[in-house]
C-alpha cells in the first residue's frame, strides 16, 4: 500500500513525484513508456517561458527538469502498462501481473497529438509524415509540403518549413484560422504558403514514401491531388483519458474535470497536468499543479 501512485510521468506527475517525495509521502510514480517526459520529448523549438529555465528543445528541458531526481527516493516503474483501475477503490493492475494499491491516485496521463484517420496517415509515418517543422526542415528543404491545421502549431510550423521548402500548402477545415494574430499575420506577408481553408486532406499518397495528398473542398466539389514530398498534421490533441471513461466526470471532449483542489468527482482521485486542462495548457502550469496536489494529498494524510 502506497501513500500516493502517480500515473504518467510528464512535467505534471514528475512534479508530483518530487514534492509528494519531499513532504515524506510513501510515492509510485507510473509511467507507460521506457522513459520519463511525457510531451516535452516532442518539443522541438526553444522553451524559453518557463521561470529560470531555458531550453533549445524538450530533450534539454527534461535533462534540466530531471537533474535532480536521482536525489528523490520516490518510486519510478517506467513500460508500466496499466490493464485496469479501479479509481473508487484506488487499485491499479499491471500488464505485467503487478497489483497496486494506494490511498490517493493522482492522473497525470496527458494528451496525444490527434490524428485524421483518413488512408496513408499511418502507412507513411517516417516515411514522409513530418514530425516537426523545426526539427525536419532540413530534410525537406527545396521540396513541396502540406501541413494540415488552423491552430497555432499548424501556423507556426508551416511558417517554420517555408524557410527552406520550396512551398507550403496549409489546408484547413474552417473558414478562419485559429492560430494567434501574431502568428496569422506572420503567414499573411509569407509568399511561398497557401492557404486553403474549408477544406480537407482525405488521403496521403505515395508508393515508398508521401507523393502527394488528396484535398476536398467544399461539398459537391471534385477533390484534387497535390504533389507533396511531406505531410505535417497539427490538429490539437486529445485527453488519454480512456481508462478512467467509465469512472471519473469528463468534459465533452474527455479532459477529466476537476475541483479547485484537482480532486476528480471520485474523492482523493486527483487530476493535474494537460489531461485536467483542456483551457490553458502549459508546463509552468502543469508543475504548478503536480506541487499543489502533493501539498493537498500531504495536508489531507497528516489530518486524518
Ligand atoms: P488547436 O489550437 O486545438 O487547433 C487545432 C486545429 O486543428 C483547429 O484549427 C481545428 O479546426 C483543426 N482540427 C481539429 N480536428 C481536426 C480534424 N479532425 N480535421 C481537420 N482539422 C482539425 O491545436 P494546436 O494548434 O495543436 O495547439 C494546441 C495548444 O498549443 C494551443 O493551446 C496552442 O495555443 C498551443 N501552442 C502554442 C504555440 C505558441 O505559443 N508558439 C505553438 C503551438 C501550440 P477548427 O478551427 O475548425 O476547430
Redesign the pocket.
Known sequence: MHDVIIIGAGPAGLTAAFWCDDLGLDTLLLERETDVGGQLKQIY?PIGNYPGLQASDGKEFLEKFTAHTEAGDFDLWTQADIVSADLKAKRIVLRSGEQLQAIAIVVATGVR??Q??IPGEAEFMGKGIIESGARDRELYGGKDVCV?????????NATLLSELCATVTLV???K?????QE?RERLQSNHSVTVFTES??TRIMGNDRVEAVEVKRREGLKPFQIAVAGVLI????DPNTELFRDQLILDDVGYVTVNHEHETSLSSVFAIGDVANPL??TISGAAGSGATVAKIIAARLTRS
Open positions: 523549438n497529438r490527434r485524421l484517420g494540415v491545421g488552423g491552430g497555432d502549431s499548424a501556423v507556426e484547413h477545415r474552417g478562419k484560422l485559429r492560430a494567434r502568428l480537407v486532406v497539427r490538429i490539437g490533441v490553458a495548457p
